[in-house]
Nanobody, 116 residues
């Protein structure tokens, strides 16, 4: 079982930055692919970014490419999402997820609100 706790959300003006963190409880954290997802009101959940266990491969949704950076610190059991040049359309609840073949474990989410 893996417990994930996100932090770092909040209210920011358009053009600003936030860094989300996700702390994992698992001793086997380094085995998991980690992902960030978001869900805005009335919209489906979308995958924003993911990073493999080694950090050697990353994926970004087109909507955040060149603005967001995913990284991980396996020694600290933590994954990060640096969000730059934020836009009002980035407003959503952001979720951290962990898995191997699929994302089996989810955090409770953290709210990000970008004002125009």
């Amino acid at each position: 079982q893996v417990q994930l706790v996100e932090s770092g959300g909040g209210l920011v003006q358009a053009g600003g930055s936030l860094r989300l963190s996700c702390a994992a409880s698992a001793r086997t954290f380094r085995s998991y692919t980690m992902g960030w997802f978001r869900q805005a009101p009335g919209k489906e959940r979308e995958q924003v970014a993911r990073i493999t266990w080694s950090g050697g491969s990353t994926y970004y949704a087109d909507s955040v490419k060149d603005r967001f950076i995913i990284s991980r610190d396996n020694a600290e059991n933590t994954v990060y999402l640096q969000m730059n040049s934020l836009k009002p359309e980035d407003t959503a609840v952001y979720y951290c997820a962990a898995g191997i073949a699929a994302f089996d474990y989810w955090g409770q989410g953290t709210q990000v609100t970008v004002s125009s």
